[in-house]
């Protein structure tokens, strides 16, 4: 810890070395790993993992493209699922945000704690708990016990968004915009949703991202449909062709990217308040 | 009205609806929450309650069917030896796991919230975004590639002439194994890696919030370097390094799949719950199984709270 | 002159603060008032009644005589000019000044046309389409003044506006908003802690404590006959003397203002001109002010100030002088602090 603590003395002399190292040292421990990923989706090798691949080929894109038809319905099932629990989660945690930024009121506090808990809790809970909800009412499992838990855990991430931004809008605002002669709903139009627009934009490709690769709830709540990350942990269970997972892979690392970077720009201008309790 | 009303008589739905609302702002609050309201409290904690409601049936043990009178003897299950080890095994990880997050987040936390102007700023919150959402699995199969007895890790360790300090802690009793895929040292690296975005960004959030002129003035006063980090920047970033616990604490606390893709074959209480609940199909004992971490994250949240760190959330 | 804003017993409570505590009040029809107070003491409260984003607790508010209890803000015809103008930041200058047009439904043409005339109003003719970013603190006053003269209310409303500008641009625009007024022959209601401001734009100042009007009057009145030592302290930063230094110097056994520029100073034992008291003092404080200098000065456990011109000041801390000041300068009032 001295190194962080001279940090302090020497600030305008710029950062210390050892913190420098340690920062970027940690910084290559979160990245290294994807970049092996990457890197074994082109190796010759199938059956195992060794280091470095024997030999490198481009023909498991291919194979992933024409040869395997497994991959397709997980794919489009798990877009479907990601695109409507964010629409759920888009409208209830706006609401949520909304209301909960307007007033000060008995259990604001609890209800506030409330929405985070889907993602407090371990999602194993989520899940467990879901499915003997679902086992109590009959419910039986298809593709809308899937969309339901994801809506579940998404819209904490929408709320975590909205509410930041709720809270930088001026309530002046608001009385500026009743005071020049608009209504409620006017307001809402003209003022309030251009400015939280950008931030429930970035809440929603959050949720996305979040809803695409979810993996622990999503095995409680489904049936015998299957997602992408469900598709591929039993391929990490049961390999087949190893670099073909590698391919989805760097499918889904990419997919993931675009939203995030997406919600970044978006809200860059402000605080950063997308993931800091996702 | 005619003379203070805007010239424009307005008869509008909406703009009725606006004068209503404006009377009775309280409604308007009670209907923007009552639909989330709704669905949290009775999708999930309904959910939650259900799960509860099961933890306290018993598995007949002769039919395998699920006995529905309330007793505790299921919860009297978790304290054979057996179930309790896997308990006690995962909370012993997740507390390495949370105190070496904690270790290794501050230093990149502390350099983004203190030195990183910039692009560098943004460099860095994209470098601990990135990881935080990209996809678990991705990252956990990333890691079953680098343990891999013929891996990455084995390759520089040979390259290095390290081999013999790889099968040295590989033959260590307990954390040991075949090969790191196949160890506790290993389940602990992936999880510490999976886990530790959730920790630096809300170290980095309570951070930032330190304004630098606090450490001018403890200098000022007469504290060195070290005595500044003691009693000034650790005491303030502390609700941020709880508040972040609470995911690594929490997070490894209920998962199941880190174990079962890499580790060895002794369970943890995610993996209990879900073998149990699964092809045991005893439903009761797994409810009881995943009170436990509810428990656990009860009393975690409550001091959490206490200590201020959900203001940093 | 018809009224304009009335008030009758009105009062507002926040749990177990009285923020406006049974006020009454009635502001004419192309008035400038001025509500002055220290922070906290209700006049920005009374405002937001008049805008209508508070309701009286009890009472009544009439604008132009009719009742607006449950009046939405968007149903009122006074606009307000905010403390921190409430500029929207997703819009441009122009977008801002015709938001009230457009929320009325003014066709894009006429509105764009009078936006531009409100802007030139307030000499920012060619700013319609800068972001409200590119401007500096006084332009931005200058824009929230148009953005709600644009719709020719009925009362303008000004919370503080001139309290973020510094001294030159704030005595400018004080000119500014006092000519405009005059011009355009609306009702104003200006809410300020400053009482120079207050004194020096205003036709009628309402001073207020602790959610009460204590008095109101013409900036003459106000200033040369506090009703309460209050008053006279706050406003003229007066010297209130007890009862009884009062009627022991020249004046009535009431609580009684005596302002600091009336006090004269002199060395000890000097002659007492005709009609005028005098006080035997010994000076604690001097403070240089430019022009003059103010000197404090302790007579038992009184406590004088006395505003002095500077070239006529010799004295030291600690100096015996004799205070005298002439007796029509004490002005009693009927309260008591």
């Known amino acids: 810890m001295s190194s962080d603590a001279k940090a302090v003395g020497s600030k305008k002399a710029g950062s210390p070395l050892g913190l420098r190292i340690a920062a970027i040292t940690g910084l290559l421990f979160l990245h290294l790993p994807l970049a092996l990923i990457i890197l074994y989706a082109f190796t010759t090798e199938e059956r195992s993992f060794q280091f470095p691949p024997p030999g490198y080929t481009t023909k498991w894109f291919g194979v992933a493209w024409y040869e395997r038809p497994d991959i397709w319905p997980p794919l489009y099932l798990s877009l479907k699922v990601a695109a409507i629990a964010t629409l759920m989660a888009l409208v209830l945690g706006t609401l949520a945000a909304a209301a909960l930024s307007r007033a000060k009121f008995f259990g604001r506090e609890t209800i506030s704690l409330l929405f985070i808990l889907p993602i407090a809790l371990p999602g194993i809970i989520t899940g467990i708990s879901l499915r003997s909800a679902f086992d109590i009412m009959g419910l039986d499992f298809s593709v809308w016990t899937i969309i339901l838990g994801h809506a579940t855990f998404c819209i904490v991430v929408v709320y975590n968004n909205a509410i930041a931004r709720f809270r930088r809008l001026s309530g002046n605002l608001i009385e500026a915009s009743m005071d020049l002669g608009a209504d409620g709903f006017q307001t809402f139009r003209y003022v309030i949703l251009p400015q939280i627009g950008s931030a429930l934009l970035a809440g929603g490709m959050l949720a996305f991202a979040l809803s695409f690769d979810e993996v622990i709830v999503t095995t409680f709540t489904a049936g015998q449909q299957s997602t992408l990350p469900i598709w591929m942990l039993s391929e990490l269970i049961r390999p087949r062709q190893r670099p073909v997972t590698n391919v989805v892979a760097v499918f889904v690392i990419f997919v993931t990217l675009i939203p995030i970077l997406a919600a970044y720009y978006l809200t860059r201008e402000g605080e950063h308040t997308g993931g800091a309790s996702k | ?313 | ?337």
Request: with cysteine; charged share 15%.
């Open chain 3, 1 to 337: 002159m018809p009224s304009a804003v009335r008030f009758e017993n009105v009062s507002r409570r926040f749990g177990d603060v009285r923020a406006v505590d049974d006020v009454s009040l009635d502001i004419a029809s192309g008035e400038f008032f001025a509500m002055l107070g220290p922070s906290g003491s209700g006049k920005t409260t009374c405002l937001r009644l008049i805008a209508g984003f508070e309701q009286p607790d009890d009472g009544h508010i009439y604008i132009f005589d009719e009742a607006v209890e449950g009046v939405p803000p968007y149903k009122r015809a006074v606009n307000t000019v905010f403390q921190d103008y409430a500029l929207f930041p997703h819009m441009t200058v122009g977008e801002n000044v015709a938001y009230g047009l457009m929320i009325k439904g003014v066709g894009k043409a006429e509105r764009e046309q009078k936006a531009l005339a409100a802007l030139e109003m307030v000499k920012l003719g060619g700013y319609g389409a800068r972001r409200t970013s590119q401007l500096s603190g006084g332009q931005r006053q200058r824009v929230a003044l148009a953005r709600a003269l644009v719709n020719d209310p009925k009362v303008l409303l000004l919370d503080e506006p001139l309290g973020a500008l510094d001294l030159k641009l704030r005595e400018q625009m004080q000119e500014e908003l006092k000519s405009l007024q005059k011009a355009l022959g609306i009702t104003f209601v200006f809410v300020t802690h400053d009482q120079g401001e207050a004194l020096s734009m205003a036709d009628r100042v309402a001073i207020f404590n602790e959610g009460k009007i204590v008095q109101v009057g013409a900036p003459e009145e106000v200033y040369e006959r506090p009703n309460s030592p209050f008053v006279a302290d706050f406003v003229n930063s007066s010297n209130v003397l007890t009862p009884q230094f009062a009627s022991g110097h020249g004046g009535t056994s009431k609580w009684t203002s005596l302002r600091p520029e009336k006090i004269m100073a002199f060395a000890a034992g000097a002659p007492v001109p005709d009609g005028h008291a005098h006080a035997d003092a010994e000076i604690e404080t001097i403070s240089y002010q430019g022009a003059v200098t103010r000197l404090g000065a302790a007579i038992g456990d009184m406590h004088l100030i006395a505003q002095v011109p500077a070239a006529a000041t010799r004295f030291a801390v600690g100096d015996a002088v004799r205070l005298t000041w002439p007796k029509t300068a004490m002005v009693a009032m009927e309260g008591g602090p």
């Open chain 2, 1 to 313: 009205m005619t003379t203070a009303t805007l010239e424009r008589p307005r008869t509008s739905l909406l703009t009725a609806l606006s004068d209503t609302f404006f009377r009775q702002p309280k409604l308007l609050t009670l209907l923007l929450l009552l639909p989330p309201l709704l669905w949290i409290g009775v999708v999930y904690v309904g959910s939650l309650f259900a799960l509860l409601l099961q933890s306290f049936y018993s598995l007949d043990d002769f039919s395998g069917l699920v006995n529905h009178q309330f007793t505790l003897s299921t919860y009297a299950q978790l304290f054979e030896e057996a179930n309790l080890q896997i308990i006690l095994r995962t909370v012993l990880m997740a507390a390495l796991v949370t105190l070496a997050s904690a270790i290794i987040a501050f230093p990149i936390a502390y350099y983004a919230a203190r030195y990183a102007r910039g692009w560098t700023k943004a460099l860095f919150y994209l470098a601990v975004m990135m990881p935080l959402w990209s996809s678990y699995l991705v990252k956990v199969y990333a890691w079953k590639l680098i343990l891999a007895k013929e891996g990455i890790l084995t390759w520089m360790a040979e390259g290095l002439h390290l081999k013999w300090l790889l099968d040295g802690i590989l033959a260590l009793p307990v954390i040991g194994g075949p090969s790191l895929s196949f160890s506790y040292i290993g389940t602990f690296l992936v999880f510490v890696y999976v886990w530790i975005p959730y920790m630096i960004l809300p170290t980095q959030a309570a951070l930032e919030r330190v304004p630098s002129n606090y450490l001018e003035a403890a200098a000022d006063l007469g504290a060195d370097p070290r005595q500044t980090f003691n009693t000034v920047i650790f005491p303030l970033a502390l609700p941020g390094i709880i508040a972040g616990s609470i995911f690594t604490f929490s997070l490894t606390l209920g998962d199941y799949i880190i174990p079962q893709i890499v580790g060895n074959s002794r369970l943890m209480i995610g993996q209990a719950v879900y073998t149990l609940q699964g092809t045991a199909g005893n439903i009761p004992l797994a409810a009881a199984f995943a009170v436990v971490p509810m428990a656990i994250m009860g009393v975690y949240l409550w001091m959490a709270k206490r200590m201020g760190a959900f203001d940093v959330l």
